[in-house]
């Protein structure tokens, strides 16, 4: 196999199944905005610590910028373009919204994907649980203290929302 | 930043990997979850011909007990590590090791047999895992063959392992009953890694005297070290403050510290006196 041959990824990103030919080179995070146009995964360091490129791969949040393409083929990716929509927001994004949980907004759809990611690992965390989840993602302007809010309040609703008292918490 | 251009195949078994690996040894790299890797290939400090990637071949993953060990497939990632109730219960330093890797993120994709076979002298794991005894399976054209953790853990980035073997699996011996374990990391502020990672497993008679006992420093040092003076010195009586004090300064001469651009040999060796010490006296009441 020559070395620049590409190969075929089959991904379903967003619930849809696509099919490329990719350079096995290609970055995970490059084939979303590049070859998918969903440029809602951010890339801010490239290096693996700012989270910015974070999405979920089969249900778990990995740093898109870190996997290549090749790796999740057959695999299930969602991004921020997939969480929600206008007017139908996912709970995190919509706690993201009540407790100003985003300032500029270019950490934000990373951010979200880890909190999606922590919840689904551990649905009531501790506010210190919380942090540490958050470990892996850098906002340079919002502050953390109302990202914390976000995911708290964001988890509170998704607990509700599978109880009793599933409409108190959604007023 | 883009890696330099190479074919990739994905290995469905522990066969196809080795077979593959014999093809081109030199120029093939396997591929677990590419947390070490794929950051090297990005900055061209590596450029292998062909990745092999691992990270499906089922024989390689999970955790299961066997014979009075907890073995490890190489191929599992450091959440399911950190979240195992069997390692949880009996091997707490290596679920504490493994739940303080780098994030949430790094902790999905990351593996047991990556982390091994890349050898970043700070890695968490390498100190848990020598504290608990444990050791290593290694596949290669010849068969299979086991090694110590500590033998694994050569220089930085240099381990036991050939350029045609693969990590298959990591045993960890079921300590004694009286046993107790923990794991001390003081991270980097900004990389998180460990400035110094201290795992000691102890066993203890129910009066406090100490039967057995492994002391293991990551971080600090230029290699994982074990730090067999230290161990001596917890071997005995009820331990004291003083004796801890006293193991934890045994650790400390134990290394080797060298300097570089954030601290001094002097200071890295301090930090593992200190944390030796605290990570003793959290096992004894
Ligand atoms: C942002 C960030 C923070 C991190 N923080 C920490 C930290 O705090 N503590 C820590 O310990 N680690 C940390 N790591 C490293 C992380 O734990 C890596 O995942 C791990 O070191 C390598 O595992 P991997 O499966 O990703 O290996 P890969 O990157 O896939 O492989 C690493 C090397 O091992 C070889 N290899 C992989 N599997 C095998 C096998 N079964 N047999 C033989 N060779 C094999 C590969 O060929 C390669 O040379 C961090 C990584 C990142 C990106
Ligand atoms: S862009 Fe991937 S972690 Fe920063
Ligand atoms: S909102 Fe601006 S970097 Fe986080």
Known sequence: MNNQDTVQVTMTVNGRTRVEQVEPRLLLAHFLRDHLGLTGTHIGCDTSQCGACTVLLDGQAVKSCTVLAVQADHQAVTTVEGLGQRGGLHPVQQAFWDKHGLQCGFCTPGVMMTAVGLLQQNPTPTSEEIREGLDGVICRCTGYETIVRAVAEAAAVMAGEAGPSAAAANE | ?285
């Open chain 2, 1 to 285: 930043m883009i890696p330099a251009s190479f074919s990739y195949r994905r290995a469905e078994s522990l066969d196809d990997a080795l077979r593959w690996l014999a093809e081109d040894p030199q120029g093939s790299k396997l591929v677990a979850g590419g947390h070490s890797l794929l950051p090297l290939m990005k900055m061209r400090l590596a450029a292998p011909r062909r990745l092999i990637d691992i990270a499906r071949v089922s024989e390689l993953i999970g955790i299961r007990e066997q014979s009075g060990a907890i073995v490890i497939g190489a191929g599992t990632v450091h959440r399911d590590l950190a979240g195992h109730p069997d390692v949880r219960q009996k091997l707490p330093a290596l679920a504490e090791a493994a739940g303080k890797i780098g994030d949430l993120q790094v902790r999905n994709r990351g593996t047991i047999g990556g982390s091994l076979s890349h050898a970043d002298p700070s890695a968490d794991l390498p100190a848990a895992l020598m504290a608990l005894a444990a050791t290593v399976d290694i596949a290669g054209p010849a068969g299979e063959r086991s090694l110590a953790v500590e033998e694994m853990m050569v220089a930085p980035l240099v381990t036991g392992l050939a350029p045609d073997e693969v990590l298959v699996r990591v045993r960890v011996p079921i300590p004694a009953a009286g046993s107790r374990s923990v794991y001390l990391k003081h991270p980097h502020p900004a990389s998180g890694y460990a400035l110094a990672g201290v795992a000691v497993a102890v066993t203890l008679e129910p009066a406090g005297a100490v039967t057995a006992a492994r002391v293991a420093v990551t971080g600090a040092g230029v290699v994982p070290f074990r730090a067999t003076d230290a161990e001596t010195v917890l071997i005995g009586d009820r331990l004291t403050p003083a004796r801890i004090a006293e193991a934890a300064k045994a650790a400390a001469a134990a290394g080797e510290f060298a300097g570089d651009a954030l601290m001094s040999a002097e200071y890295r060796r301090q930090l593992c006196r200190v944390y030796v010490e605290r990570a003793i006296s959290a096992l004894v009441d």
